[in-house]
């Protein structure tokens, strides 16, 4: 896989670039210290991934993003940030990103995002949402499966939630099912994690 890693601190992509020297399988070809010579060097060659830091001179990263979709190139690319949250990395996929990555990840969870990327797969690195696709996922809920979760969450058992909707056990287990299912939840204990972490959300 060749690689094109933009940041305009030098020492961060020379950083970046001594690692990923360690991995045969990704080769960076390219660096570049602001958004223009991204453009410029897109404009005559094509990379597989761009590791883009969101914060660069003339064109930022979701500037360079948009303007990689609107081109049609096939380059998957890879977000570099500081910003741990959740709206810039919302924000980023909208765009078309493949990966958000931050600064001070970890070499594993660096090679981890390249591998998930190279792919076909996104990768999302925020600490505070451990699974972007799960919580976009979540708003597919109705408004009884978002109460059948929270009461999951609480500690409720199917019988316990049955009386209290006023429902058959049957039809508060086929709810569970059908909630595991949406947000793509594995495993016996998978939804009662899933529930106490995310009560009243």
Do not use: W
């Not at 020297?21 to 390219?30: L, R």
């Not at 990379?47 to 660069?56: F, G, K, S, T, Y």
């Not at 591998?115 to 597919?140: A, F, M, P, W």
């Not at 099912?177 to 009243?200: F, P, Q, V």
């Amino acid at each position: 896989m060749n690689l094109l890693i933009a940041d305009d601190h030098a020492l961060f992509r020379r950083g970046l670039a001594d690692f990923l020297a360690d991995y045969p399988e990704y080769k960076v070809v390219a660096e570049a210290s602001n958004g223009k010579e991204v453009l410029d060097y897109l404009g005559t060659s094509d990379v597989d991934i761009a590791l883009l830091d969101v914060n660069m001179p003339v064109h930022d990263g979701f500037e360079l993003l948009g303007a990689i979709r609107h081109q049609g190139k096939q380059t998957k690319v890879i977000m570099l940030t500081m910003y741990d949250e959740a709206l810039y990395a919302r924000h980023a996929f909208e765009l078309g990103a493949d990966g958000y990555l931050l600064k001070d990840d970890t070499e594993e969870q660096i090679i981890a995002c390249l591998n998930k990327v190279s792919n076909g797969e996104q990768y999302c690195s925020l600490s505070s949402v451990e699974d972007l696709g799960t919580i976009e996922r979540h708003e597919t809920l109705s408004p009884t499966e978002k109460r059948v979760l929270d009461l999951v969450g609480a500690g409720k058992s199917s019988f316990e939630i049955s009386d209290m909707l006023s429902v058959s056990v049957r039809t508060i287990d086929n709810h569970r099912s059908h909630i595991a299912a949406k947000l793509g939840l594995k495993g016996t204990n998978a939804l009662l994690k899933y529930a106490i972490s995310n009560r009243n959300s």
